[in-house]
């Protein structure tokens, strides 16, 4: 856990006044109004506090990518083996065939359309189960959660689908994925996004997202979103690193898969961590509490939320994200 003071104002010191009838005494003075408790607090902690937490931060979460070394450089490998691009060989001899069978690939698409199938049925993704003693009164009820939930999937969220199939192509691949279900900062709008296993960083030995003592989403903004952000304080109006960072070997063998490159100019999207990790900012018990923390790859905070649902006595820890699991363990 990490350890840091929000900045109040300094408490203002009742004024000494004369009244009316000629008599001296103390006017109570204004008192500063709390924080709210969806305020970004990285607005109330001194800047030397924030540096030194955003350091803190990032050395840990390198610390977590280098505990999953090995996983990377297996997963690299594996994707050479879906057979979707041609390679020129020179072992055991120049000119040796440079493809690979596409058996893989087929396994993994067959998954992905046969699961994506299960999901979503003509009917709609979702189906209630009555627990417990039946009434008609309880089937209505249901039918209505049931349509409910089917619309706001198939209608409002109209990425849910494609997302869905994204996310059931990497689970077959890498054998983990996630998706992260939140309300759009902006917008407000209810948002359902893939988020790929090399995208998402967890501990090692972390058994749980519910347990894990911190977890770290990597993802991408576009600069006039970042703008957006800072302009509604959502983010700290400060100037975040924009310079590219090093691609991975993951990340280069995927874009040759699919035929991309890098742009040569610094005009594409930045690149920010999502930290969701317990820290003791405000506690009165030393006790370190969830919370939701954004910053740059240089480590400069933009902003830092509380975690728990307002009036929780035990800040139980909000789980924004669901993690699919292919291969046990």
Request: glycine share 6%.
């Amino acid at each position: 856990s990490i350890e840091v003071d929000i900045e109040t104002e300094a408490l203002p010191v009742d004024d000494m006044v004369e009244f009316e009838d000629g008599s001296m005494g103390y006017e109570k003075a204004p008192q500063p109004e709390p924080v709210a408790f969806n305020a970004n607090l990285a607005l109330t902690i001194p800047e030397n506090e924030l540096s030194t937490m955003g350091s803190k931060l990032l050395q840990d979460i390198d610390e977590d990518k280098m505990s999953r070394k090995d996983w990377e450089e297996s997963y690299t490998k594996g994707l050479s083996l879906l057979g979707m691009k041609s390679e020129e060989m020179t072992e055991p001899w120049p000119g040796a065939c440079g493809l690979f069978h596409t058996m893989v690939a087929e396994a993994v698409v067959r998954f992905q359309s046969n699961a994506i199938m299960e999901i979503f049925p003509p009917s709609g993704p979702c189906k209630t189960n009555i627990i417990g003693r039946i009434t008609e009164e309880i089937e209505k009820q249901a039918k209505r959660v049931q349509d409910e939930v089917n619309y706001q999937l198939v209608e409002k969220i109209d990425d849910y689908r494609p997302e869905t199939e994204k996310l059931l192509f990497g689970l077959a691949a890498s054998g983990s994925a996630f998706r992260k279900i939140f309300p759009d900062p902006i917008t407000e709008a209810a948002r359902a996004r893939y988020v790929p296993a090399e995208k998402f960083i967890v501990p090692y030995g972390a058994t749980s997202l519910a347990s894990a003592p911190r977890y770290t989403e990597c993802f991408s903004i576009n600069r006039n979103e970042l703008l957006k952000m800072q302009v509604n304080g959502i983010y700290r109006d400060t100037q975040v690193d924009e310079s590219v960072p090093v691609v991975s070997a993951l990340q280069e063998k995927k874009d040759e898969i699919n035929r991309e490159e890098e742009p040569p100019t610094l005009d594409g999207d930045i690149e920010l961590y999502e930290c969701h990790v317990d820290l003791d900012i405000d506690s009165e018990d030393g006790i370190a509490t969830p919370h939701i923390v954004t910053l740059d790859y240089s480590g400069k905070i933009l902003s830092i939320y509380r975690n728990w649902e307002e009036g929780d006595p035990f800040k139980k820890k909000i789980l924004w994200y669901v993690d699919y699991s292919y291969v046990p363990g």
